[in-house]
């Protein structure tokens, strides 16, 4: 091909040779600076922006530096490929910045992959529709090969702007909701839709190029932000990616900047003003990592949970940011449960010694009397105190045991199982540990559970085979009993025709918690749901108050329990909802 005749000393041809050259430069030399902003994301998207607007000038250099036609359609071709994707890393870093998660759906990405190829194809297929540009040597204002767009140019272009207009309304949303100062940014993020004005005066008039003149907003955005306004541009993203109040200081605990939650609940805040002066709710909470601040706002008192961390900018600390959460309702709810443990143990104070002492009083009494005479009643009488004395104790441990943990520790189910055996009297049942596990719990509180579990499978699992008369309602005398106390476990065999009953703890396959079963009789499945009630009782001397604890120790704990069949037939009592190591490491490997 014949090379173009025109002259490299024209000025306007200068211009912009200089000016698209600069743009590029800029750009590329602004990557160093932006790979120090904090947020990895925002990171990686203005870079990207970047090395795509960089490559997008270079392309519009290479254009009108070529010498010949045909290496000056490659230029364009490749600054329309080139110009068309830099709205994808736009996108991203509005929205990694904004802090949204728009950039990190795979729907999203597949979609705009999709729409980048079409697009693409549609450019490269120019030369058969010729729908998207045509090109002609002009003289003004310099000779020069020009590029005459068409229809799916238009098309495309208004696509390319509607997207990124979704990146403006992002950043400009933002900075609304933060109470600084951002009119510096606003301008700056202004400078990258500007170039608009001349892509559309390059279209209509012959003094200017029919170019893409965008890569030069960007060069002066880049500008901006990483040279000029780094700090502000780091710390509104801080101050504006939570719905919760935030205050960012510096080192010296001035207000450096805050979000609009803060400015709310914080009407005096001004910055450059010592945090301390302006929020003296605040004083006596900074230096601790976290603290609840109660504030008085209309409609009543409200707490926070104020929690500090170091905040840098350009990989060096420059203060702290302070995150407010609104914890009134926990608050709230604490407080009220302090009122009903208070209740809670007062009266346990009352059953323990205002019932307690006249209880044993009486069956004193009754035992005296009963030395010197031999009485049915007498008899019974104790029979009756010492059943009272019975529901006493089980009233207290449940009053108890169903208060909320304030303390675990990290137990071993082995370890508490062989303490438990000790002080439950199993008699010939055989408990056994088919494999172990470890969790947070109260460790008295699951030996008391574990406890209740036993002593349920031993005394009715253990038992020969009586009849219950209200055994889930059953009036076949040769169905088995079924206990009032938790779950599981004994084996059959004595000489007398006595059964006895194993009992099996172990994990559950899922990694969620642990079984306690038995090979006892069971439980009917009409008669699970029940189990677990108060008073719920298939024997006469029972108190129904067993499994009750159970479930309360299990919920205080916020664990579930259940009761199913075991494989062997009898009672299974699962609990689930435990975070237990091997579910821990398995939610680690996944993660």
């Excluded at 997008?56 to 490929?81: N, R």
């Excluded at 390059?202 to 780094?230: M, Q």
Aim: charged share 25%.
């Amino acid at each position: 091909m014949a090379t173009l005749s025109w002259l490299p000393v024209d000025p306007v041809f200068l211009a912009y040779v200089l000016a698209f050259g600069v743009a590029s430069a800029v750009c590329l030399l602004g990557i160093p600076r932006a790979r120090r902003i904090d947020h990895a994301d925002t990171r990686r998207g203005l870079v990207a922006l970047l090395i795509a607007s960089g490559a997008w000038a270079s392309a519009h250099v290479g254009f009108l530096l070529a010498p010949t036609p045909g290496l000056k359609l490659a230029f364009h071709y490749a600054g329309l490929i080139i110009g068309f994707g830099t709205v994808g890393p736009w996108l991203y870093f509005c929205s990694a910045y904004t802090g949204r998660r728009l950039h990190r759906s795979r729907t999203l990405r597949r979609l705009a992959g999709g729409v980048f190829l079409a697009v693409v194809a549609v450019k490269l297929a120019n030369p058969v529709h010729g729908l998207y540009f045509r090109t002609a040597f002009v003289e003004t204002p310099f000779p020069h090969l020009t590029v005459t767009n068409g229809p799916l140019h238009w098309l495309v272009m208004g696509l390319a702007y509607a997207l990124s207009a979704v990146g403006y309304f992002m950043l400009v949303e933002l900075f609304w909701q933060v109470g600084h100062e951002t009119r510096p940014l606003v301008a700056l993020v202004g400078l990258t839709g500007l170039p608009v004005v001349l892509d559309f005066a390059g279209a209509t008039s012959p003094l200017l190029l029919d170019f893409t003149y965008e890569p030069l907003g960007v060069a002066a955005f880049s500008v901006g932000v990483l040279f000029v306004y780094l700090d502000d541009f780091q710390t509104i993203r801080v101050a504006g990616e939570r719905d919760d109040p935030v205050i960012v200081l510096d080192d010296d605990d001035q207000v450096r900047d805050y979000n609009a939650e803060a400015s709310e609940l914080f009407p005096g805040l001004t910055v450059d003003e010592r945090v301390d002066a302006v929020v003296p709710e605040l004083a006596d909470h900074l230096d601790a990592e976290e603290a609840v601040v109660d504030i008085q706002r209309v409609g009543g008192m409200r707490y926070y949970q104020l929690s500090t961390n170091p905040f840098s900018t350009s990989g060096t600390r420059t203060g702290r940011q302070i995150t407010l959460t609104d914890i009134t309702e926990r608050e709230q709810y604490r407080t009220e449960l302090e009122r009903q443990n208070e209740r809670l143990e007062r009266f346990a104070s009352v059953v323990s010694h205002d019932l307690r002492n006249p209880l044993s009083v009486a069956k004193g009494r009754v035992d005296l009397a009963l030395e010197s005479h031999d009485d049915e009643d007498l008899e019974a009488a104790k029979s009756a105190l010492e059943r009272m004395e019975t529901l006493v104790e089980d009233l207290l441990t449940l009053a108890r045991e169903g208060q909320p943990i304030s303390r675990t520790d990290y137990v071993s189910l082995a370890s508490v199982v062989d303490r438990t055996r000790e002080v439950v009297d199993t008699g010939a049942a055989t408990v056994r540990v088919e494999d172990n596990l470890e969790f947070e719990a109260d460790p008295d509180r699951l030996q008391q559970l574990l406890e209740n579990l036993f002593r349920n499978s031993v005394e009715h699992g253990s038992t020969s085979s009586r009849p219950s008369a209200d055994d889930a309602g059953s009036e076949d005398a040769s169905e088995p009993s079924v206990a009032d106390a938790p779950d599981d476990a004994v084996e059959h065999g004595s000489a007398d025709g006595e059964r006895t009953v194993t009992v099996r703890v172990g994990a559950l396959d899922s990694g969620e918690g642990f079984y306690v079963e038995d090979d006892g009789p069971g439980i009917p499945a009409e008669a699970r749901d029940d189990v677990f009630s108060f008073g719920y009782s298939t024997e006469e001397d029972g108190t129904g108050f067993g499994l009750a604890i159970v479930k309360e120790i299990a919920e205080a704990h916020g664990w579930r329990v259940s009761v199913v069949e075991s494989a062997d037939g009898g009672a299974r009592f699962e609990v689930t909802g435990v975070e237990t190591a091997r579910r821990a490491e398995a939610t680690d490997g996944s993660g």
